[in-house]
């Protein structure tokens, strides 16, 4: 059984985003690292870079494939998750956690409304 946690909302690209605070923290799902298998790169956006809601931010990059990552929301990136340009492996180990991706400032909260509650996903890649 895949870990969706319920205080999270999610893309059908696979991206989770937490809307704890004034900014939304972003990473990828546990089914998508589950289907990349071993990430070996990760390609950021720098801080202060706007991001735009469903266009692409960045890469993956895993032994079987390479994978464009999509913003769940716009605005201005705030943090990077550096410990990934070391050891991107922990996407795999704790994607939920110390795998987060970027943080953002959002521009347009009202994006949220988009996005798939935890229900949703699971159902999206049942």
Request: with cysteine; hydrophobic share 40%; aromatic share 8%.
């Amino acid at each position: 059984m895949l870990n969706i946690p319920n205080k999270l909302l999610y893309t059908k690209e696979h991206e989770w985003a937490d809307f704890s605070g004034d900014n939304v923290t972003i990473g990828i799902t546990e089914f998508a690292q589950s289907q990349l298998g071993d990430i070996i790169f990760l390609e950021f956006p720098d801080i202060g870079d706007e991001i735009t809601h469903g266009i692409s931010f960045g890469e993956i990059e895993a032994v079987k494939a390479v994978s464009e990552l999509f913003a769940p929301v716009s605005g201005t990136v705030t943090a990077v998750n550096e410990t990934l340009e070391e050891a991107p492996e922990k996407v795999n180990q704790d994607c939920y956690g110390e795998g987060w991706l970027i943080k953002v400032k959002p521009k347009n909260p009202v994006e949220k409304d988009n996005l798939l509650t935890s229900a949703q996903y699971s159902e999206l890649i049942d």
